[in-house]
Each structure stands twice: as structure tokens, then as C-alpha cells.
């Protein structure tokens, strides 16, 4: 029988080459370390240079503070770092990086050069490291600041250089580090280049400025700006109308103390937070910041640091689900003018200043904006006509309001469905003759088994044949609307995912299919009096911009954009 190999300890360089396996990802995760050693030496102007995605060459040079010719070993050495000295410094740690292994992980996989000089020398120095071996500090021209430059990534670790993907591929991965770290820092200036061409440049802006560069200014044309507080907690950022949703997850930042972060607890509570706005398979899109005491926050939860655990996670879920919520529900006569300038008193990375009006274009293309104010008439003003049975056409203070009348409805008969249901039980109306159907033998099943469940959300179904079911009630909101298409979409849901999950987890799902059956349809008719009482039930509902599926409910066109669409005054 063969006894096991005895037990030894590593040698330092294999210990930290497994170390780098969870610091040192691909190229992305060398760029994101060193931005990071950069911001946390105060530097003012960073700039990024590539080499084939960063597979061949990443080269990191800032202004900071610099380091001392004598501290350069020590900067490659593992677990030596500046930046704590005890538990108390781990639990409230305040800087991006903070482990003491990023520059010993990526030297130990790479040709690593680093060159710096602080404010006070009279010269700059430079220390090189290949692999295990580490060279003599020597004297170096330098401007204050640093310079790190990692070359031949994983050269002595080919296994590893094997899952490198394309060139392309990875200088995506790379462009999106430098996004989500330059987000956060409008206060200071970037530049990205890849194979000596410059792929981004970034001045010292105002964060509305950034996110319009980053994300494009159709996202901030058509995004609502947030400020919440609350016990120790804050929330600052821009967050995407329906109209900014997307069909991926690809527009979704979330930074904690200036740190973007990758946690489910948040990602759960801005989902939702759009659960009521968006359904089906749209994401939503936002840059948002949540700021609190750093003990109140654990970062030490893997090498990476974009994961975290907060010490009151309950309460983190609800603030952020409720201020975003907030953010994104008022109804029109409710709401702050959507252009309004955020007091420059917040921190940089939550003053997203919206001073300046959004071309005539982007404000007809973000109507979940709010209306403004108005003195003389209601918000959304009077009806003048309907367009082809679809839309009413209202004059407001601002100009002519264009608005979808299903959408609008459908909206409106949601949330009084949702506050029915939050008070116990959908007020039912019974009908005068009832609505037979024909269904499968399953559906009768369900509607039996369900009884209580279906008289909650007001329905009342019976037995009227062998293979029939009857709607003798229904929810009064729906008076009118299509209660037996109703009544087969609630059993098709029951059926699929159960009564309580129905009404739990699936419940937003449920209302919006119960409000679209009963929301007024296309081609029907409405007089003056029916059309203005919409506008005014449109005016006193939360969400009232967008339907329950995400689409617009209402555009605004000012006398200005008219006067512009007819060339008035040139």
C-alpha cells in the first residue's frame, strides 16, 4: 500500500501564482487593479495603454502620489500595502484596494516593470520583476506619479495563456473595466488607447457629462436622476425609463462607496423596483450609487472585490427598492420636472446634473419623463380629439399631448387592481349574464382547486357542463373588458405555476394580463367627458408614463418643437 507524499510548504512563487488565479483573471483584471493603486494615490489623470487586448502589453501611468525607492520591493512583495494596519482598518476600509497581493500576483505571472517618483525626490526610480526573480531598485526619469507595465502575460504559465480569448474579445473585457471604474470617477481624467490608436478620452466632467459619454445620450435623455437618503444609507445615480430598457443585462452599473459591485442582494432590489414597469424579457438600464458607512459594508469577501455583504442586508433591499421605485412611479402631477438640476451639494458621483434641457427629440422620446408643472390647467391638459379610435389629443400649457388611450387605461386599471388585492380581495362585480366558455377538463380542475384563490383576484367561476365553465363575477375594474379571455389567461397561469405563486412571485405578471383584458380598446369611441376623465385618472396613478408592458403611455410636443417642425421664425 503507498503512503501519501509527504506534507511541504509552497514555494512562494507557486503560492503566488494560485493566488493570481483568482486576482489575475485575463488582461481586464490587470487593468482594473492597477486603475485602482492609481485613484488610491490620488491621481488626477490616468492613462491605459494596450497591446493586443492586453495579452502582450498593459501599461497603467498616473500622477498620484508615487512611491519611494525604497518602498519598490516591498510593492511587489505579498500581503505589503499602505492602505490598513489592523482588523479596525479591514472592517471600515475606505480605499479601492486594500489586500496587498494585486501587483505580487500579476508580477509573478508576467514581465512587470514598475516605475515611480514622489513629489519630494529629486529623481524617479524603477524596479523590474520577471516571474520569481526581482531586480535591484535603480534611478529612473520620472514626472511625480507611476508607471506600471506588465508584459507577456502568464509567459511562465502557458496553461493559463490558453484561455486567453481573441484579441478583440479581450480588449472588449478591458474596455468595459475601464467603463465601469471611470463611471465612478468623473473627478478625474482618463485615456484608453489600444495599439497606439486612443479608443476613449475622458476629461475631468460632471457625472451627467460621463454617463452621456460612457452609455450614450440617448440613455441620458431618456433616464430619471435619483437622490434618496435614509439611516446612514444614500442613493445617487440616473435610472432608466422603460424606453432605456435593453434585451440584455449589458447598461446595469451599481456602485457601492465608488465601487462597482456584482451583488445579487441589489440586483434582486432594482428588478423590483422595475417589476411593475418593464415584463417579459427587458432589462433595465441604470448607473447607480449607494453610499453608506464602510463598517456597515464587508468588501473583504473575495480577491476581486466586486463582490459584498452588508451587515444589515434587509434594510439595504428595502431603501434601494423603495427609492428607485419612488424614483421611477410618480404620476404626472406628482412628479419634480425631469430636467431639473441635482443640488451640486451631493457627492460627484451622484450629482448628475440635468441643467440643460434635452434636444426637441430626446424630450419626445422620453415622455416616462414627468410633464411640467402647470398653473392655469391640469398637466396633461384637455382633450381636443381622438386619432383613428388609438389616440386622444390633449392641448396643455406646454403644447399638444399625444397620448395611447389602451396603454394609458391598462395602467390605470393595474394599479387599481394591485390596491385592491393589497387590501385583502379585488372588488367583484357580478354580471347579468355570465360568460361561458368552453375548457379542458384541467381548467375545470383548476377552477375548482382554486376557488379561494380566484375569488381573490374577483373572479367567480362555476361549473356549467361537462366541459364548460361560466364567469358569473368579475373584477369591477374590468367592467366591460374581456372577462372570458380574462378568466382562461388567470386558469393558464394557475395551472403553470400554482395559486400561491400566482399570487406571490407572479403577481405583477398576473395584474398587468387581468388590466390589459380590461382596459379600453383600439377603434372604440370616447366622447370629450370620457376622454378628459383618462387624462385626469392618468394624472392621480403611479407609473401613469409607462403601461404595464414598458411602453410609452404619452408624448409631450412643446410650441417650440412645433415651431420648429414648421420652420416658424427662420
Same mark, same amino acid.
Given at each position: 500500500?503507498?503512503?501519501?507524499?509527504?506534507?511541504?510548504?509552497?514555494?512562494?512563487?507557486?503560492?503566488?501564482?494560485?493566488?493570481?488565479?483568482?486576482?489575475?483573471?485575463?488582461?481586464?483584471?490587470?487593468?482594473?487593479?492597477?486603475?485602482?493603486?492609481?485613484?488610491?494615490?490620488?491621481?488626477?489623470?490616468?492613462?491605459?495603454?494596450?497591446?493586443?487586448?492586453?495579452?502582450?502589453?498593459?501599461?497603467?501611468?498616473?500622477?498620484?502620489?508615487?512611491?519611494?525607492?525604497?518602498?519598490?520591493?516591498?510593492?511587489?512583495?505579498?500581503?505589503?500595502?499602505?492602505?490598513?494596519?489592523?482588523?479596525?482598518?479591514?472592517?471600515?476600509?475606505?480605499?479601492?484596494?486594500?489586500?496587498?497581493?494585486?501587483?505580487?500576483?500579476?508580477?509573478?505571472?508576467?514581465?512587470?516593470?514598475?516605475?515611480? *517618483?514622489? $513629489?519630494?525626490?529629486? #529623481?524617479? @526610480?524603477?524596479? =523590474?520583476?520577471?516571474?520569481?526573480?526581482?531586480? %535591484?531598485?535603480? +534611478? !529612473?526619469?520620472?514626472?511625480?506619479?507611476?508607471?506600471?507595465?506588465?508584459?507577456?502575460?502568464?509567459?511562465?504559465?502557458?496553461?493559463?495563456?490558453?484561455?486567453?480569448?481573441?484579441?478583440?474579445?479581450?480588449?472588449?473585457?478591458?474596455?468595459?473595466?475601464?467603463?465601469?471604474?471611470?463611471?465612478?470617477?468623473?473627478?478625474?481624467?482618463?485615456?484608453?488607447?489600444?495599439?497606439?490608436?486612443?479608443?476613449?478620452?475622458?476629461?475631468?466632467?460632471?457625472?451627467?457629462?460621463?454617463?452621456?459619454?460612457?452609455?450614450?445620450?440617448?440613455?441620458?435623455?431618456?433616464?430619471?436622476?435619483?437622490?434618496?437618503?435614509?439611516?446612514?444609507?444614500?442613493?445617487?445615480?440616473?435610472?432608466?425609463?422603460?424606453?432605456?430598457?435593453?434585451?440584455?443585462?449589458?447598461?446595469?452599473?451599481?456602485?457601492?462607496?465608488?465601487?462597482?459591485? *456584482?451583488? $445579487?442582494?441589489?440586483? #434582486?432590489? @432594482?428588478?423590483? =423596483?422595475?417589476?411593475?414597469?418593464?415584463?417579459? %424579457?427587458?432589462? +433595465? !438600464?441604470?448607473?447607480?450609487?449607494?453610499?453608506?458607512?464602510?463598517?456597515?459594508?464587508?468588501?473583504?469577501?473575495?480577491?476581486?472585490?466586486?463582490?459584498?455583504?452588508?451587515?444589515?442586508?434587509?434594510?439595504?433591499?428595502?431603501?434601494?427598492?423603495?427609492?428607485?421605485?419612488?424614483?421611477?412611479?410618480?404620476?404626472?402631477?406628482?412628479?419634480?420636472?425631469?430636467?431639473?438640476?441635482?443640488?451640486?451639494?451631493?457627492?460627484?458621483?451622484?450629482?448628475?446634473?440635468?441643467?440643460?434641457?434635452?434636444?426637441?427629440?430626446?424630450?419626445?422620446?422620453?415622455?416616462?419623463?414627468?410633464?411640467?408643472?402647470?398653473?392655469?390647467?391640469?398637466?396633461?391638459?384637455?382633450?381636443?380629439?381622438?386619432?383613428?379610435?388609438?389616440?386622444?389629443?390633449?392641448?396643455?400649457?406646454?403644447?399638444?399631448?399625444?397620448?395611447?388611450?389602451?396603454?394609458?387605461?391598462?395602467?390605470?386599471?393595474?394599479?387599481?387592481?394591485?390596491?385592491?388585492?393589497?387590501?385583502?380581495?379585488?372588488?367583484?362585480? !357580478?354580471?347579468?349574464?355570465?360568460?361561458?366558455?368552453?375548457?379542458?377538463?384541467?381548467?375545470?380542475?383548476?377552477?375548482?382547486?382554486?376557488?379561494?384563490?380566484?375569488?381573490?383576484?374577483?373572479?367567480?367561476?362555476?361549473?356549467?357542463?361537462?366541459?364548460?365553465?361560466?364567469?358569473?363575477?368579475?373584477?369591477?375594474?374590468?367592467?366591460?373588458?374581456?372577462?372570458?379571455?380574462?378568466?382562461?389567461?388567470?386558469?393558464?397561469?394557475?395551472?403553470?405555476?400554482?395559486?400561491?405563486?400566482?399570487?406571490?412571485?407572479?403577481?405583477?405578471?398576473?395584474?398587468?394580463?387581468?388590466?390589459?383584458?380590461?382596459?379600453?380598446?383600439?377603434?372604440?369611441?370616447?366622447?370629450?367627458?370620457?376622454?378628459?376623465?383618462?387624462?385626469?385618472?392618468?394624472?392621480?396613478?403611479?407609473?401613469?408614463?409607462?403601461?404595464?408592458?414598458?411602453?410609452?403611455?404619452?408624448?409631450?410636443?412643446?410650441?417650440?418643437?412645433?415651431?420648429?417642425?414648421?420652420?416658424?421664425?427662420?
Amino acid at each position: 500500500m503507498s503512503s501519501l507524499p509527504a506534507i511541504r510548504v509552497l514555494p512562494e512563487l507557486l503560492i503566488s501564482q494560485i493566488a493570481a488565479g483568482e486576482v489575475v483573471e485575463r488582461p481586464a483584471s490587470v487593468l482594473k487593479e492597477l486603475v485602482e493603486n492609481s485613484l488610491d494615490a490620488g491621481a488626477r489623470a490616468v492613462t491605459v495603454a494596450l497591446e493586443e487586448g492586453g495579452a502582450r502589453r498593459i501599461q497603467v501611468e498616473d500622477d498620484g502620489a508615487g512611491i519611494p525607492r525604497g518602498e519598490l520591493p516591498l510593492a511587489l512583495a505579498r500581503h505589503a500595502t499602505s492602505k490598513i494596519a489592523s482588523l479596525e482598518d479591514l472592517e471600515g476600509v475606505a480605499t479601492m484596494g486594500f489586500r496587498g497581493e494585486a501587483l505580487a500576483s500579476i508580477a509573478s505571472v508576467s514581465r512587470l516593470t514598475l516605475t515611480s *517618483r514622489t $513629489r519630494d525626490a529629486a #529623481h524617479g @526610480a524603477m524596479i =523590474a520583476a520577471e516571474g520569481a526573480r526581482l531586480a %535591484e531598485p535603480e +534611478p !529612473a526619469a520620472r514626472a511625480p506619479g507611476t508607471t506600471v507595465s506588465v508584459a507577456d502575460l502568464y509567459f511562465n504559465t502557458p496553461a493559463r495563456r490558453k484561455f486567453l480569448r481573441s484579441e478583440a474579445t479581450e480588449f472588449g473585457h478591458c474596455d468595459e473595466a475601464f467603463r465601469r471604474i471611470t463611471l465612478a470617477r468623473c473627478d478625474t481624467a482618463f485615456t484608453l488607447k489600444h495599439n497606439g490608436r486612443v479608443s476613449r478620452h475622458l476629461r475631468a466632467q460632471s457625472a451627467a457629462e460621463r454617463v452621456g459619454a460612457l452609455l450614450g445620450e440617448e440613455f441620458l435623455g431618456s433616464s430619471v436622476p435619483i437622490e434618496a437618503a435614509s439611516a446612514g444609507l444614500r442613493l445617487g445615480g440616473l435610472a432608466g425609463t422603460p424606453q432605456a430598457a435593453r434585451t440584455r443585462a449589458d447598461a446595469q452599473y451599481f456602485f457601492v462607496n465608488g465601487r462597482y459591485v *456584482r451583488d $445579487r442582494l441589489l440586483s #434582486h432590489a @432594482a428588478r423590483e =423596483a422595475y417589476s411593475e414597469l418593464l415584463h417579459g %424579457e427587458r432589462q +433595465p !438600464a441604470y448607473v447607480l450609487f449607494l453610499e453608506l458607512d464602510p463598517r456597515a459594508v464587508d468588501v473583504n469577501v473575495h480577491p476581486a472585490k466586486t463582490e459584498v455583504r452588508f451587515r444589515d442586508a434587509r434594510a439595504v433591499h428595502q431603501f434601494v427598492r423603495h427609492a428607485l421605485g419612488r424614483a421611477l412611479a410618480p404620476s404626472a402631477a406628482e412628479a419634480p420636472v425631469a430636467y431639473a438640476t441635482v443640488a451640486e451639494s451631493v457627492p460627484l458621483q451622484a450629482a448628475f446634473s440635468l441643467a440643460q434641457p434635452a434636444p426637441a427629440y430626446e424630450r419626445f422620446m422620453a415622455a416616462a419623463a414627468p410633464l411640467p408643472a402647470a398653473d392655469k390647467a391640469p398637466p396633461l391638459g384637455y382633450a381636443l380629439a381622438q386619432l383613428h379610435g388609438v389616440y386622444i389629443l390633449a392641448q396643455n400649457e406646454a403644447g399638444l399631448v399625444l397620448v395611447d388611450m389602451h396603454a394609458a387605461h391598462e395602467r390605470i386599471v393595474m394599479e387599481k387592481l394591485k390596491q385592491n388585492l393589497d387590501t385583502g380581495a379585488v372588488e367583484r362585480q !357580478a354580471l347579468l349574464v355570465p360568460g361561458v366558455f368552453s375548457a379542458e377538463a384541467l381548467d375545470i380542475a383548476a377552477a375548482e382547486e382554486n376557488r379561494e384563490t380566484l375569488e381573490r383576484l374577483g373572479l367567480e367561476l362555476s361549473v356549467s357542463g361537462p366541459n364548460e365553465l361560466s364567469v358569473r363575477a368579475a373584477p369591477a375594474a374590468l367592467a366591460g373588458g374581456d372577462i372570458v379571455g380574462l378568466a382562461r389567461d388567470v386558469l393558464k397561469e394557475i395551472r403553470e405555476y400554482g395559486a400561491s405563486e400566482a399570487l406571490s412571485a407572479r403577481q405583477n405578471e398576473l395584474l398587468a394580463t387581468m388590466a390589459c383584458h380590461g382596459a379600453v380598446r383600439a377603434n372604440r369611441a370616447l366622447g370629450n367627458a370620457e376622454m378628459n376623465a383618462l387624462l385626469r385618472e392618468m394624472e392621480s396613478t403611479e407609473r401613469s408614463g409607462s403601461c404595464n408592458h414598458g411602453r410609452p403611455t404619452w408624448y409631450q410636443l412643446t410650441l417650440a418643437d412645433l415651431d420648429r417642425l414648421f420652420m416658424r421664425g427662420r
